[in-house]
T-cell receptor, first 113, second 114 residues
């Protein structure tokens, strides 16, 4: 049963703390996306990778957010320092070029207090 | 500036009737359109798609219509069932078919009433 796995599912942290979210894409997929869902903005693309190389991170606040793919089975999204406005659900998705369909994980619900 | 717009935050439809969800876009470079369905506490799941070379795509109870001149697409669900209650996202791609950064609308919450 191929699926995108995200950990943790829920995270509550205090303002100023570092937060790391992890994603295991579907084996064989070469494109990984990070999305953020909020009530106001809907689903926003933060960054994406192809073959582990970052292609676009223009949707990400660069001063506090960073995204990496240490290897083909792991993608990370880090926020340091976290702020209350970062509270949202963060989704990882993976896909296989040239297909367009992106497969989503269950998300990490982040609450920064 | 939102490039994909779903102007109805919610829609209530009686079970057995037709549900019509609408989506408008502004970027004329978009050439592939998708609908995703999302249940609470789950990630969005792909439902149906359409290429810009077509004006209709059907899959069981789900049909997507594309009007390129109006930059408008719609998702028809007939007949509507209770399990269809979910948030539906319209998404678009300008990548010529590549899995590059889908642009999503804000979603429409469909409620199917018994």
């Amino acid at each position: 049963d191929a699926r995108v796995t995200q950990t943790p599912r829920h995270k509550v942290t205090e303002m100023g703390q570092e937060v790391t979210m992890r994603c295991q894409p579907i084996l064989g997929h070469n494109t990984v996306f990070w999305y953020r869902q909020t009530m106001m903005q809907g689903l926003e693309l933060l960054a994406y990778f192809r073959n582990r190389a970052p292609l676009d991170d223009s949707g990400m606040p660069k001063d506090r957010f960073s995204a990496e793919m240490p290897d083909a089975t792991l993608a990370t999204l880090k926020i340091q320092p976290s702020e209350p406005r970062d509270s949202a659900v963060y989704f990882c998705a993976s896909g296989l070029e040239p297909g367009v369909e992106a497969f989503f994980g269950q998300g990490t619900r982040l609450t920064v207090v | 500036d939102q490039q994909v717009k779903q102007n109805s935050p919610s829609l209530s439809v009686q079970e057995g009737r037709i549900s019509i969800l609408n989506c408008d876009y502004t970027n004329s470079m978009f050439d592939y359109f998708l609908w995703y369905k999302k249940y609470p506490a789950e990630g969005p799941t792909f439902l149906i798609s359409i290429s810009s070379i077509k004006d209709k795509n059907e899959d069981g109870r789900f049909t997507v219509f594309l009007n390129k001149s109006a930059k408008h697409l719609s998702l028809h669900i007939v007949p509507s069932q209770p399990g269809d209650s979910a948030v539906y996202f319209c998404a678009a791609s300008a990548a010529g078919g590549g899995a590059d950064g889908l642009t999503f609308g804000k979603g429409t919450h469909l409620i199917i009433q018994p």
